[in-house]
């Protein structure tokens, strides 16, 4: 079928001044650092960023993903014996405890315990093995290509390793979940203790949430081999950035200047926006006539003033359609593009349902004519 592609170009009034230091005059000291824009996972700046390396506790995003994605909050998690002794930072679980896959997060992500990742791995796939091939395809589902998990800890393991970019592209996905962002945003938290005088209180090892305006998260990490490493997030005005530095001795000093640096020189502008109609296309033998067409989704991207007359907006559909159509029904599709390059593609979809008209509807359309 014929398809007409229409250009729209997109027209963006918006009024600001932009700050900071240029990203050339960034300095990072790790051995790679990346910020980039949490919406459209657009680079704002990098340092060696497809650089494979150790990525210690910072592992525990995609545990963290993994597990939301494939348990419940609430269910019950049974401590088996491989999760408790387990090297490194923990939250001293023994074997038989029981407590919820929230409870267990918190431990994760706040504390960074080793041994709940293992309880957590166990818990959703019986093994630490089976555990990290689900890791391995949710990253390659995010479009995370050159990483590779072998445990859920990030205990150093020659064939575990990540980049900056696979990472922040990880976060990212993470934070648009609702009960991930607000596990990773929480400064403290107590769980169960059982046999104990007090509960297990568990203070987040992540400075900037205390230190940092609009900070939300995410995740520290360190062994020998990996250095100090620091996936951060915040939050401003509606632009969601995420950084990431590896192998960096002042991790957290470096990725608020990071983050400075994209809030001082960017804003989040929507160029697309999923509840309004886009497009109109006829419908051949319908109860009506036409059909509006409404993005499947939103796009913002974080954006300088000069950029702004940078993007045009193409829309690919059929020149007409035939009844019945389904509400939600792909016919179109939208394309953004910056610079003439394809920067992210959307679905156009029917804004609602189209019956197919019967003989009396056909008589009843010649009598108006």
């Known amino acids: 079928m014929k398809t007409v592609k229409i250009t729209l170009v997109v027209t963006l009034l918006l009024m600001y001044t932009c700050f900071g230091a240029n990203a050339a005059e960034i300095n990072s000291t790790g051995a790679a650092a990346i910020l980039m824009d949490g919406a459209s996972n657009r680079v704002?700046?990098?340092?060696?960023?497809?650089?494979?390396?150790?990525?210690?506790?910072?592992?525990?995003?995609?545990?963290?993903?993994?597990?939301l994605e494939h348990g419940c909050l609430d269910e019950t998690v049974i401590i088996p014996p491989e999760a408790s002794g387990i090297e490194g930072s923990s939250i001293w679980l023994e074997a038989g405890e029981e407590h919820t896959l929230e409870d267990l997060l918190y431990g994760l992500m706040l504390r960074s315990g080793n041994d709940a990742a293992v309880a957590i791995a166990i818990h959703i796939s019986g093994s630490?093995?089976?555990?990290?091939?689900?890791?391995?395809?949710?990253?390659?589902?995010?479009?995370?290509?050159?990483?590779?998990?072998?445990?859920?800890h990030g205990l150093h393991d020659p064939d575990h390793y990540s980049t900056a970019y696979d990472l922040a592209l990880i976060a990212s996905y993470g934070l648009k979940n609702p009960d991930f962002e607000r596990i990773v945003a929480t400064k403290f938290r107590t769980i169960p203790w059982k046999g104990h005088e007090w509960n297990r209180a568990m203070r987040n090892k992540n400075r900037l949430l205390w230190q940092y305006e609009?900070?939300?998260?995410?995740?520290?990490?360190?062994?020998?081999?990996?250095?100090?490493?620091?996936?951060?997030?915040?939050?401003?005005?509606?632009?969601?950035l995420v950084s990431v530095v590896l192998n960096c001795g002042p991790m957290f000093e470096e990725s608020m200047?990071?983050?400075?640096?994209?809030?001082?020189?960017?804003?989040?502008?929507?160029?697309?926006?999923h509840n309004e109609i886009y497009a109109t296309i006829p419908v051949k033998n319908g109860k009506t006539n036409t059909l509006g067409l409404v993005?499947?989704?939103?796009?913002?991207?974080?954006?300088?003033?000069?950029?702004?007359?940078?993007?045009?907006?193409?829309?690919?559909?059929?020149?007409?359609?035939?009844?019945?159509?389904?509400?939600?029904?792909?016919i179109g599709k939208i394309r953004v593009y910056h610079n003439d390059k394809p920067i992210k593609e959307i679905s156009l979809r029917a804004f609602g349902k189209v019956e197919k008209q019967g003989f009396w509807d056909f008589i009843r359309r010649l009598f108006k004519k």
């Open 44 to 67: 704002l700046y990098g340092k060696n960023i497809h650089q494979r390396l150790p990525i210690a506790s910072t592992t525990k995003i995609m545990t963290a993903i993994v597990a």
């Open 257 to 273: 200047e990071l983050l400075d640096y994209g809030f001082k020189n960017y804003k989040s502008v929507k160029l697309i926006s």
């Open 214 to 240: 609009g900070a939300n998260g995410v995740k520290t990490g360190y062994t020998k081999k990996a250095g100090r490493c620091l996936v951060a997030s915040a939050k401003r005005d509606n632009m969601q």
């Open 295 to 330: 993005p499947a989704e939103s796009f913002s991207i974080a954006l300088r003033e000069e950029e702004i007359g940078e993007f045009r907006i193409e829309k690919d559909l059929p020149p007409q359609i035939s009844a019945p159509v389904e509400k939600g029904q792909d």
């Open 128 to 152: 630490v093995e089976e555990f990290a091939k689900l890791m391995n395809a949710t990253a390659k589902k995010i479009g995370a290509y050159n990483t590779n998990f072998v445990n859920p």
